[in-house]
């Protein structure tokens, strides 16, 4: 129904991937999996690049976000820009 993909990288937690199947969105698991990256390590910067899924993996290939309305969601989420020198989508969550 839904996942998240973390990992640590250059001193911070990345959160590479948010999934959720199309038919179960709109329920908040977004927000539960965005909270639960969170508070699984506090103590360490939550990274993450606002963009938008590319449909061509598997079976919740239906169009999500695009990357402006992901970035609006993170930002009310808490994230904030935190461009680097290799992209202009980095947001950090605190």
Same mark, same amino acid.
């Given at each position: 129904? #839904?996942? !998240? /993909?973390? &990992? ?6 990345? %959160? =590479?991937?948010?999934?959720? =199947?199309?038919?179960? &969105? ?7 999996? %965005? *909270? !639960?990256?969170? #508070?699984? =390590? ?15 993996? *598997? !079976? ?8 402006? /309305? %992901? ?8 994230? &904030?820009?935190?461009? +680097?020198?290799?992209? @202009?989508?980095?947001? +950090?969550? @605190?």
């Amino acid at each position: 129904m #839904a996942y !998240a /993909q973390t &990992r640590r990288r250059d001193g911070y937690r990345w %959160l =590479d991937e948010i999934a959720v =199947d199309p038919a179960h &969105r709109g329920r908040g698991h977004a927000t539960r999996l %965005l *909270n !639960a990256a969170r #508070a699984h =390590d506090a103590s360490t910067p939550l990274r993450l690049a606002a963009r938008a899924f590319v449909p061509d993996r *598997n !079976a919740w290939d239906a169009p999500g976000l695009t990357d402006e /309305q %992901l970035a609006a969601w993170y930002a009310r989420h808490g994230a &904030r820009p935190t461009p +680097t020198a290799s992209s @202009d989508r980095v947001m +950090t969550v @605190d």
